[in-house]
């Protein structure tokens, strides 16, 4: 069984080679909670060119989040989704 801390790097390591991040600024644990076996992990990020339309309406100051779920048992990332905050 892997920690949570583990599933934590497993998710920002596959974030950060899927995606550019802006330079000096990692991926940040917004939550993180076990579902069964299963870890579920929400990260966010600053994309190197953030939404102007985000910014100028405020949301999140062009942060993007990211939910990945993460087995339990060996760290395999199952799923990555697109998480908006309500």
Excluded: C, H
């Excluded at 599933?7 to 596959?14: C, G, M, P």
């Excluded at 910014?55 to 199952?78: P, S, T, W």
């Amino acid at each position: 069984m892997i920690t949570a801390k583990d599933a934590v790097q497993k998710a920002a390591e596959y974030l950060q080679g899927l995606i550019p991040i802006q330079p000096g600024r990692t991926p940040v644990v917004e939550e993180i909670e076990k579902d069964g076996p299963n870890w579920l992990v929400t990260l966010s990020y600053v994309p190197p060119s953030p939404n102007p339309y985000a910014l100028a309406l405020g949301q999140g100051a062009g942060k993007e989040y990211k939910r990945f779920e993460v087995k339990g048992d060996n760290g395999e990332i199952v799923s990555m989704k697109i998480r908006t905050l309500n």
